[in-house]
């Protein structure tokens, strides 16, 4: 299975997911890493593993279903067949959802359908709630929406501060992304 991951951003989730592939502990073969940010981190950790990235900015292009058609046709020329979206903060438009249907996998830093968003973590924190967590989903057209894969809970303490919190989340994003990616693809697989 080809995968391609998707990231804006720091791209911490992006390397364990690396890691995790250079491991053989998901049974894939990470062919792209692409970024809608030309300085994202996530590039320079692509690097150290020796991914193959491609970075284009939406500004670059004359709206955003040019944009999208860019990226389609990325995905078509490394062949790609799952698609990761880590830290990618854009929503997926439908010419791709279209192209990978059931395909793209998305994880989001709190319980969904709680907090949905681009800011997860800190509106779980401002709301006072003593649970939330992660949510790997499949990707729908609308705003973290489709339908949910697994869950991890995270307990917030009294004494939390918000960068505390957002560092149990991401601890816990590491963990659970990895495992439910190994499971998706294993069951692909299994009906090949
Ligand atoms: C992660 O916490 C991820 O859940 C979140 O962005 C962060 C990216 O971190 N995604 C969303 O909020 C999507 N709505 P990373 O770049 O270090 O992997």
Redesign the pocket.
């Known amino acids: 299975m080809r995968i391609a991951v998707l ?9 364990v997911i690396a890691q995790a592939v250079k491991d053989k502990k998901i049974d894939a073969e990470l062919v792209l890493l692409f970024s809608d940010h030309r300085d994202a ?2 590039l320079k950790r692509a690097e150290k593993f020796e991914i193959t990235c491609e970075s284009f900015e939406l500004k670059e292009f004359t709206n955003k279903k040019n944009y999208e058609t860019a990226l389609l046709s990325l995905l078509k020329k490394y062949e790609v067949e799952l698609v990761v ?5 854009r929503i997926i438009g439908k010419d791709l959802l279209a192209a990978f249907p059931n395909r793209i996998v ?4 709190a319980l969904l359908p709680n907090f ?6 800190k509106d779980a924190y401002e709301a006072g709630v003593e649970e939330t967590g ?1 949510t790997i989903h499949y990707v729908d057209s609308g ?2 929406t489709g339908p949910i894969i697994a869950q991890g809970r995270v307990q917030v303490s009294k004494d939390d501060s918000l960068s505390d919190l ?1 560092t149990k ?2 601890q816990v ?1 590491h963990e659970l992304y990895p495992k439910v990616l190994a499971e998706i693809v294993r069951e692909v697989n299994s009906e090949v």
Do not use: K, R, T, W
């Open positions: 990231a804006s951003g720091n791209g911490s989730n992006f390397e981190y996530a979206l880590a830290g990618y903060m998305n994880v989001h830093p949905p968003g681009l800011h997860g973590i992660v705003v973290d957002e989340i991401h994003e």
